[in-house]
């Protein structure tokens, strides 16, 4: 009923930059809350940041400063901005939305991950 695509990410060198970005579509019926998640070589995935239809953020405390997370909510769309990008941030970087959906009928509470999107930041 839902679908996640994600995009936008890549090779970068040290100190470089990069932006994710995240499109919900579907029988949407609201967004809670939208955002990334991340995980690297045999290490459990990790949240990076969050954020809910209202604008309130959560970061980790190993990309505060460097990343800044933003909803655009006329478009089901979540942008991960990363600056100052470290090797210790490559990973396959997860969309994730928490919403309610429509069946037709009823509505449903639905949490859904997209495909993944593998970030490489070289030294």
């Known amino acids: 009923q839902v679908q996640l695509v994600e995009s936008g990410g890549g090779l970068v060198q040290a100190g470089g930059s990069l932006r994710l970005s995240c499109v919900a579509s579907g029988s949407i019926f609201s967004i809670n809350s939208m955002g990334w998640y991340r995980q690297a070589p045999g290490k459990q995935r990790e949240l990076v940041a969050t954020i809910t239809s209202a604008g309130g953020t959560n970061y980790a405390d190993s990309v505060k400063g460097r990343f800044t997370i933003s909803i655009d909510n006329a478009k089901n769309t979540v942008y991960l901005q990363m600056n100052s990008l470290k090797p210790e941030d490559t990973a396959v970087y997860y969309c994730?939305?928490?919403?309610?959906?429509?069946?037709?009928?009823?509505?449903?509470?639905?949490?859904?991950w997209g495909q993944g999107t593998q970030v490489t930041v070289s030294s």
């Open positions: 994730n939305v928490f919403l309610i959906y429509s069946d037709g009928r009823l509505h449903h509470n639905g949490n859904y």
